[in-house]
């Protein structure tokens, strides 16, 4: 055979082959191509979806975040409360400092010297101090509301006096005039206290002296929020606290 007619057989054979592989090699190139992409999507996924969590995650702890700072306000807010509610339910409890009485001389309300001298060794032990009141009651052994009436008159004269003198304001002054009668006080011995409370119809006892007993009653809130004496004049200045 003709070396040329030969190769020209040979050629014919090659082409359809040479053909089919070119078209495999398009094919396996678009594969390729489309598993890129198909990668390229999946990453492109995957990161987005791991931008979502981590966005949620952080959502989330912020979340968790705000939820303890609002349970650290509302713990802070019933302890406000409770304090309020202590502060408030103390408010009107008051104790008892000391106590005096101050004479009068039969049948007149003026103040001696021994009993301006207590008023004022009171009105000094006063200087500085914050939630106080003056109790006063006062007796008189006039009968009916002749005593009434004198008695009065003793409690306005202490009055005058803490006020005019010492500059007590007159809101901390709290007065009743009880006349001759006085209720009976409980004795201090255990045997005279068990006879006390045998008896339930404790008998008022007359008086027979002019008298004003003065009781220094003190809110121990409003004392322990007080300033320092010193503080606490210059701050007011003219008020005696």
């Known amino acids: 055979m003709n070396p040329f007619a030969r190769k020209k057989w040979v050629q014919k054979r090659l082409d359809?082959?040479?053909?089919?592989?070119?078209?495999?090699?398009?094919?396996?190139?678009?594969?390729?191509?489309?598993?890129?992409d198909v990668d390229a999507r999946a990453q492109a996924g995957i990161h987005q979806a791991q931008s979502s969590a981590d966005q949620a995650n952080q959502a989330a702890q912020a979340a968790g975040t705000e939820a303890q700072n609002a349970s650290n306000a509302a713990q802070q807010a019933s302890g406000h409360v409770d304090s309020i509610n202590t502060t408030v339910n103390g408010l009107d409890q008051y104790k008892q400092v000391t106590d005096l009485s101050v004479a009068f001389r039969p049948g007149t309300s003026v103040l001696t010297s021994d009993s301006r001298q207590k008023l004022d060794e009171l009105a000094a032990s006063l200087t500085?101090?914050?939630?106080?009141?003056?109790?006063?009651?006062?007796?008189?052994?006039?009968?009916?509301?002749?005593g009434i009436q004198s008695s009065e008159r003793l409690n306005d004269a202490v009055k005058r006096y803490l006020v005019e003198e010492h500059q007590i304001p007159i809101y901390r002054l709290h007065a009743v005039a009880l006349g001759n009668a006085v209720?009976?006080?409980q004795a201090s011995s255990d045997e005279n206290a068990a006879d006390?409370?045998?008896?339930?119809?404790?008998?008022?006892?007359?008086?027979?002296?002019?008298s004003v007993h003065i009781r220094l009653m003190e809110n121990s809130l409003a004392a322990q929020a007080a300033a320092s004496p010193q503080s606490a004049a210059a701050s007011t200045g003219a008020e005696r606290p």
Not at 196 to 210: E, F, G, L, V, Y
Request: proline share 5%.
């Open 16 to 36: 359809p082959i040479n053909d089919r592989l070119s078209e495999l090699d398009q094919v396996n190139a678009k594969n390729a191509q489309d598993i890129k």
């Open 128 to 146: 500085g101090r914050q939630g106080y009141i003056l109790e006063m009651d006062a007796h008189s052994p006039g009968a009916g509301s002749m």
């Open 183 to 185: 209720e009976q006080q």
């Open 196 to 210: 006390q409370s045998a008896s339930t119809d404790a008998k008022p006892m007359h008086i027979h002296s002019n």
